[in-house]
């Protein structure tokens, strides 16, 4: 309901209020409540229109929201290509490339050593490419520290 209280514990706020405040000064105390937040959301907005007055026109579509670390991480890194990511995301295509090993896997019906031959898959040897090589019996894949 309100802030993740349940009926019965509104009920129970209330019946404690009655009876620590009594019946005739409740009205008076939920009038002050109400005015007091009133002039709050009345202070804050007035504070936030003189805040994007000074800020200026460029800042005209600023929201207060943004400054949130969450939102503004999600906004301005995430959502927006500033960085280039989406390009990367799409650049990599991870199909293709479990499709190529599977293919060298299935033509030597046994592990192979993939390295890069063309298709931008993991270079060995120092960084040349070289061609895929079949594995000797109770050699072990090639391990790379830097993946891990």
């Given at each position: 309901?309100?802030?993740?209280?349940?009926?019965?514990?509104?009920?129970?706020?209330?019946?404690?209020?009655?009876?620590?405040?009594?019946p005739d000064k409740l009205p008076k105390l939920v009038q002050d409540v109400s005015r007091?937040?009133?002039?709050?959301?009345?202070?804050?907005?007035?504070?936030?229109?003189?805040?994007?007055?000074?800020?200026?026109?460029?800042?005209?579509?600023?929201?207060?929201?943004?400054?949130?670390?969450?939102?503004?991480?999600?906004?301005?890194?995430?959502?927006?290509?500033?960085?280039?990511?989406?390009?990367?995301?799409?650049?990599?295509?991870?199909?293709?490339?479990?499709?190529?090993?599977?293919?060298?896997?299935?033509?030597?019906?046994?592990?192979?050593?993939?390295?890069?031959?063309?298709?931008?898959?993991?270079?060995?040897?120092?960084?040349?490419?070289?061609?895929?090589?079949?594995?000797?019996?109770?050699?072990?894949?090639?391990?790379?520290?830097?993946?891990?």
């Open positions: 309901m309100f802030f993740d209280i349940g009926p019965l514990e509104l009920v129970a706020i209330v019946l404690l209020a009655v009876i620590i405040f009594g007091m937040i009133r002039k709050l959301r009345e202070f804050s907005d007035n504070a936030r229109e003189d805040i994007r007055k000074e800020l200026g026109p460029e800042f005209k579509d600023f929201e207060f929201e943004d400054l949130n670390p969450k939102t503004f991480v999600r906004k301005n890194l995430l959502d927006s290509d500033s960085l280039g990511l989406k390009e990367i995301r799409n650049s990599f295509d991870l199909k293709a490339e479990m499709a190529a090993v599977t293919e060298a896997t299935r033509e030597t019906g046994r592990l192979v050593r993939y390295t890069a031959d063309g298709r931008g898959a993991a270079r060995s040897g120092g960084g040349v490419p070289r061609k895929q090589e079949p594995l000797q019996p109770g050699e072990r894949p090639p391990f790379d520290d830097d993946a891990t």
